[in-house]
């Protein structure tokens, strides 16, 4: 794929688990991929991050032309944003890193170079405030990891021009991401927040001893978390109202919910809790290593995806 919305080259900064991640994707897309990290040890882990992830890039779909080997690692920030269409942000989340950072990109890119960035919780408004053209700085925030994961959060700050969010969401629809667009910033964006208040009821029913954290963690990924990989909260809830739709469950559940809502844990992360979480997972992982669940977990979301995409052409091609 070359000369999406006008973009041929892509710039990544920071080599980190996001930057590589994004890297693969750039470059199976079919990109010229340079990317820089003030650690110089990032050149190698992300050359064999792009390595290891190819396979499952290659069941994805390749675009013409698509070659690991179009990677070139620059310390040189400066030097990197040479001859960048579009760069991607993925420095340590850091407020006064990036501010600076952005500063440094934007006086290293053509004017009209979008720069997005994939903080999980820093605002545009924020990165943006000593960039000399603070219009085309957006937010491209990914779903880890994002070579595979669909999702990518786009939102402006204050100076962001609405040209700059079309064009970044043309961009990411033709690598195959799916945008969604936010109409103002809020801590977090969507999906975080959404995982943020589960997460929080997680460690609630396990520090209440409800539950084991291997049980509770089952729950979720044989329960609600089957359903929510192909409709979201809303659409889950619309078929629980029966023909009557969500009308019908806001009157039927609406009293339930109240009482729910109010009986949600709301725990503090003090130095006790996070020990408790941490033990029952060490207990839980057995020693098994995080590249290895990761390893698993790639492989399983590929698995979905493609069972996915094929029961949406099936449905599709349905009379
Ligand atoms: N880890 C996740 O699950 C996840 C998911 C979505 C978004 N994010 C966001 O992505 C960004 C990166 O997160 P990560 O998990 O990859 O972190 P990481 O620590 O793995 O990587 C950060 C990288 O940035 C490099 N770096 C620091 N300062 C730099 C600079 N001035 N110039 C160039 N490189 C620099 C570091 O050396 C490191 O390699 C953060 O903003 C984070 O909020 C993380």
Redesign the pocket.
Known sequence: MNGVAGIRQVTV?????????WTALFLAKGFSVAI????PE?ES?VKRFVEEAWPALTVLGLAPGAAPDKLRFDLD?ASACDGADFVQ??????EL??V??FA?IDSAVRRDVLIA??????TVTTMQRECRHPERVVLG????P?HLMPLVEIVGGEQTSAGALDRAETFYAALGKTPVRLAKEVYGHIA?RLQGAVFREAVSLLDKGVASLADIDRAMTDGPGLRWALMGPFLTYHLAGGEGGMGAFMKQFALTQTELWKDLGEPVIDERLQRVVTEAMEHESGGRSISDFSADRDRRILALLTSRDASERATQAQP
């Open positions: 900064v920071g080599a980190g688990i996001i930057g590589a991640s820089t990290d003030t650690n990032a882990k920030l942000e993925n420095a340590t989340e850091r890193l990036k600076a950072l440094e960035s994939s903080s999980s919780a820093l925030h990914p779903f880890n994002p975080n």
